[in-house]
Nanobody
Framework: QLQLVESGGGLVQPGGSLRLSCAASGFTLDYYAIGWFRQAPGKEREGISCISSHDGSTYYADSVKGRFTISRDNAKNTVYLQMNSLKPEHTTVYYC???????????????????????WGQGTQVTVSS
């Protein structure tokens, strides 16, 4: 069974850091682009970062640029999202998702939009509060 599992969420004080992990089971992430998303109650799911499979090209939403860093360790079949300088407005559920882009240069692209992703994790809660 193909599965993505997020971990690393929790309660952190403003200004603190968390590292989220997205681990795959049942398949290898080597050929998959990975995206990180978040969804606050009553709001649409927002793509905040993604990383390509081959060359590690990355994308960051303006809202997280300079604060969050995405990385991947294919040997561990895991993608990470390092989140620094967290603010209360970063409180929400974070999801990872995987897809193999259906383009010629599939190893060099990733997508900010949720519509391109085929596999999703269950989400991990991040709460930033003092």
């Amino acid at each position: 069974q193909l599965q993505l599992v997020e971990s690393g969420g929790g309660l952190v004080q403003p200004g603190g850091s968390l590292r989220l992990s997205c681990a795959a089971s049942g398949f290898t992430l080597d050929y998959y682009a990975i995206g990180w998303f978040r969804q606050a109650p009553g709001k649409e799911r927002e793509g905040i970062s993604c990383i390509s499979s081959h060359d590690g090209s990355t994308y960051y939403a303006d809202s997280v640029k300079g604060r969050f860093t995405i990385s991947r360790d294919n040997a561990k079949n895991t993608v990470y999202l390092q989140m620094n300088s967290l603010k209360p407005e970063h409180t929400t559920v974070y999801y990872c998702a995987a897809t193999i882009p259906e383009v010629f240069n599939s190893g060099y692209v990733c997508y900010a939009s949720e519509y391109y992703y085929d596999y999703w994790g269950q989400g991990t809660q991040v709460t930033v509060s003092s």
